[in-house]
């Protein structure tokens, strides 16, 4: 017999209960600190400060360790945090430039001033289980130098110099308001610079794709990896009753800058063209998936044919952020039985009415 | 302040509510045009309600009494969890009855009691565009919008009847509001597409995951697209309710066995309680 | 035809020109059309016709010039400079567009029926069995079998494709009709019938036409007046048998006799 659905809110109750208990495991392994999340699963930490735009690794080690590790869950729980905090205002643009390197490679140039600094790299690896790490041995000390006293030009800029690289456009009131979107919505056209916006919070799983799928054909640029750079950089902000900048903090970022081959058309020559990625942290192949779908999107303003999907603004953009896709993606376990009720009784009579019609016609 | 520590009432801070409140009005004075507005990362997942949530955290005052249905229910899992959300970020009073509510959200349903002056009724909306299936572009379908170029749309019904003998829409039915824009009712079944039109009370629609909202207001007119003739109709399944014994209400379809028994009952929990005299608390 | 008097030409083109930027593009191109006239444009692949039909189209934007339009009720306007909203109106009512491929013209995920039927309820028809019934009209004015009124063109031959393109058109009673290489990319049987078609169509309705196309055996039999187009210029015009049979221009004198040679 028919029982009326009650009792919702106690089983919300007890699942998040359960929920709990299973966050915690097995009580007899020692429970894993916010702190050894920061220290020890930097990438992860990374990912989510990245994906969630909020450079804080104790509140992303924390929303991972929330999550049980689930880095989308994760990346959730920060941007649910992160909009409710009020907005003082933007930085200026950091120099990255002049950033405090710890990696830089240019796959572009065989040497260059400031040379090639492999940094902490995975690159080089073997990929084979380490089992001294799950007997819990010690990390050999890496040895250290002193750091090259040289400047590190960026790769792009040395191109741009001899006027092989287009120069990028500064905005043409630098002092006017810098776009947000997670503050007001976005409309397409989007332009550049909310483009960029979108991708540096966008899925890297997704972009790591689309990226890819411009190098197996679909909407081919060219690109070779101009310059890959990663170390911490000042952020600087303006204060208006100072009337100067002031420094307010290091941030960790990689920056990708891809060097794009373009034929040239009627009004430009040819020329190299860039693509540009940038991400909180140690997030190199999401930079470098950035640059890639960056070019890609700039299709259209450099004449090219629009053919793959990473070359279409208004599907990469309205696809790109996880939180939505996977919010939309899992509401389809909430009821629908309203709707499917309207689809049954719908079913039912185009049934009847063929049959109908059959008896009908015999 | 109230509630939960650390955050304001009814959980945004006011300048997210005011810049809400803001699209609330065009959306009032434009009645069923899609008002683009900055939707907030809310702490419940997107296509859960995000939208109508920020909507009724912007109307929303401390005297107000919040009812919450999903499926027309106060109980199902999601209702609670709206409801429970606003009871701890608001500490407003919360009901499951119609006409004791001043803010009811909802979503997929219209409840059976026919609403009054002064109530607001907000909607929890996926897919804003009506002609999303239709046309994938957000710029052309705007264009579509401005210019009032629906015929791509009677197409769609035409091929319906052409084929299928009827137009095969069972909810989220396409209506036009205020002899003016074509408007998405959210996915309600069309059984409640008639409660949409001069409706005396305030009928606000939000979708957060795409960002836009639009509106309804009180005593506007509201049509089904149709054909004269084959003019827009309901569904009923032809048979009462098994507990009230209601012949007008929308049911919803119980499997009771798995020998293809079933039962129908109100999907208006509190309709069907106030019916068998059963009044909630 | 009626008088061919200045005060009531349905099109007036003055000075028209699109630079492609590579030399390509039309320029200085001039004409009036009378109603129930079938103005032919013919030249060579990349002359310029094609741009010149897209202009009057809307699908392209002119540099300069303009291309006024007498409205039904009689007032003049730009073509050009007209808003958006207005362009679109008079795009799914006055004008129609027959594309060379039937692909573009079409809705191939929608039925035959609604096909025709979509210019009517675009303009607001509201009644389904008149719809249909104007559908089912349309299909037999191109010879198209009534039963086939909820297929889809997918399963349509490329003759009945471009019939049922034509219907499509027709069925709002346009009031100027722009046809691109109707009869291109057709077997010679099917061209002919089509071409019987048209000739049927455009006399029983009066239409007035403006139809491009590289065949000149098209042009003789459809149109009453010609401009010969080469390199983005009108360098001939007049009416189609004295341009055909006693071409003046050295080009076009070629390209008739290449026609005759074939």
């Not at chain 1, 289980?129 to 799950?134: K, N, P, R, V």
């Not at chain 3, 995920?109 to 349309?138: C, F, K, P, Q, S």
């Amino acid at each position: 017999m028919y029982v009326a659905v009650k009792g919702g809110e106690k089983a919300i109750d007890a699942a998040h209960e359960w929920l709990a208990e299973e966050r915690r495991g097995n009580p007899e392994v020692p429970e894993l600190s916010v702190g050894q999340i920061a220290e020890q699963l930097g990438l992860a930490v990374d990912r989510v400060m990245a994906e969630a735009s909020l450079y804080d690794r104790e509140l992303a080690s924390l929303a991972l360790k929330q999550a049980q590790g689930d880095v989308i869950e994760a990346v959730f729980l920060l941007r649910a945090y992160r909009t409710t905090l009020p907005r003082f205002g933007a930085s200026l643009s950091v120099d990255t430039g002049a950033m405090h390197i710890d990696r830089r490679i240019s796959a572009t140039f065989k040497d260059l001033p400031g040379g090639q600094v492999l940094g902490p790299t995975y690159d080089y690896t073997h990929r084979l289980l380490d089992f001294t790490l799950a007997a819990e041995g010690k990390a050999p000390a890496a040895p250290t130098a002193v750091p090259r006293d040289e400047t590190m030009p960026r790769v792009l800029d040395l191109l741009a110099d001899e006027g092989l690289m287009e120069r990028e456009e500064a905005p043409a009131d630098e002092s006017g308001p810098v776009p947000d979107l997670t503050r007001e919505p976005l409309t397409y056209p989007a332009g550049r610079a909310l483009r960029l916006q979108g991708l540096a919070r966008g899925d890297e799983g997704f972009l790591l794709s689309l990226g890819y799928s411009t190098q197996r054909g679909y909407g081919r640029n060219h690109p070779f990896a101009g310059e890959i750079r990663q170390g911490t950089v000042s952020v600087e902000v303006e204060v208006p009753e100072l009337g100067f900048a002031i420094d307010i903090g290091d941030v960790m970022l990689t920056e990708c800058q891809s060097v794009n081959q373009f034929k040239g058309d009627a009004v430009r020559p040819a020329q190299f063209t860039r693509g540009y990625g940038l991400v909180f942290g140690r997030g190199e192949r999401k930079a470098m998936a950035m640059a890639l779908v960056d070019r890609a999107l700039r299709a259209e303003e450099l004449g090219e044919a629009v053919q793959g999907p990473a070359q279409d603004e208004e599907f990469v953009l309205s696809h790109t952020d996880n939180v939505e896709a996977s919010g939309f993606v899992q509401h389809l376990k909430l009821p629908h039985y309203v709707d499917f009720q309207a689809e049954l009784q719908l079913v039912r009579s185009l049934r009847a009415a063929r049959v109908a019609k059959k008896e009908a016609a015999e | 302040m109230s509630g939960v520590e650390g955050y304001n009432f009814a959980y945004l801070d006011e300048q997210t509510k005011r810049m809400i409140r803001r699209a609330l009005l065009k959306a009032v004075a434009v009645p069923g045009y899609q008002v683009p507005f900055a939707s907030r990362e809310m702490p419940l997942p997107y296509g859960w309600g995000t939208g109508g949530i920020q909507v009724t955290a912007a109307v929303l005052g401390a005297d107000d009494t919040l009812k919450v249905i999903d499926q027309g229910a106060d109980d199902t899992t999601n209702a609670v969890s709206i409801r429970r959300f606003f009871a701890k970020t608001a500490g407003v009073a919360t009901t499951t009855r119609t006409a004791e509510a001043t803010v009811i959200q909802t979503r997929h349903r219209i409840p059976e009691q026919p609403l009054t002056e002064g109530q607001i009724l907000v909607y929890q909306v996926p897919t804003p565009e009506p002609l999303r299936w239709l046309e994938p572009r957000e710029a052309e379908t705007r264009v579509l919008h401005a210019l009032g170029d629906y015929g791509v749309m009677q197409v769609e019904l035409y091929e319906d009847i052409a084929i299928h003998g009827k137009i095969k829409r069972a909810y989220d039915y396409p209506v036009e509001v205020a002899q003016r824009y074509m408007t998405s009712p959210s996915p309600i079944p069309k059984f409640d597409n008639p409660k949409l039109s001069n409706s005396p009370a305030l009928q606000l629609f939000g979708a957060g995951r795409e960002k836009r909202i639009y509106a309804i207001p009180p005593h506007t007119p509201v049509r089904s697209l149709d054909f004269e003739d084959y003019p827009f109709d309901v569904d009923h399944p032809g048979q009462p309710c098994a507990l009230c014994g209601d012949r007008a209400s929308y049911l919803d379809e119980i499997v009771t066995d798995d020998k293809g028994s079933r039962m129908f009952v109100c999907s208006d929990t509190d309709h069907c309680a106030e019916r068998r005299g059963e009044i909630p608390q | 035809m009626t008088a061919l008097t200045g005060d009531d030409r349905l099109l007036c083109v003055r000075d028209l020109g699109l630079d492609y930027g590579n030399g390509r593009g039309v320029r200085d191109v001039n004409f009036d059309l009378w109603p129930g006239e079938v103005l032919g444009i013919v030249g060579e692949s990349g002359s310029g016709k094609t741009t010149l039909l897209k202009l009057l189209g809307g699908q392209l934007a002119p540099q300069s010039g303009s291309i006024r339009y007498r409205m039904a009720d009689g007032t003049m306007i730009d073509l050009n400079t007209m808003s958006e909203a207005r362009r679109r109106h008079l795009g799914r009512t006055e004008l129609a567009f027959v594309h060379q491929n039937p692909r573009d013209g079409l809705r191939l995920a929608v039925t035959a029926g609604g096909n025709v039927g979509e210019r009517l309820m675009a303009n607001g028809a509201r009644h389904y069995g008149r719809i249909r019934a104007a559908a089912l009209d349309w299909l037999e004015r191109v010879e198209i079998e009534t039963g086939r009124i909820d297929d889809r063109p997918t399963t349509f031959s490329g003759g009945m494709q471009q019939r049922l393109q034509i219907a499509r058109n027709l069925v709002s009673g346009p009031r100027l009709v722009l046809m691109d290489e109707p009869t291109g990319g057709l077997d010679v049987s099917v061209q002919a019938r089509l071409l019987d078609l048209l000739r049927g169509l455009v006399a029983d309705l009066g239409l007035t036409v403006v139809i491009v196309t590289h065949d000149l055996g098209v042009a003789r039999l459809l149109a009453h007046r010609l401009m010969v187009m080469q390199g983005g210029r009108v360098i001939e015009s007049g009416l189609t048998d004295q341009v055909l049979d006693d071409p003046r221009e050295p080009y076009t004198q070629l390209l008739v006799s290449s026609v005759l040679a074939a």
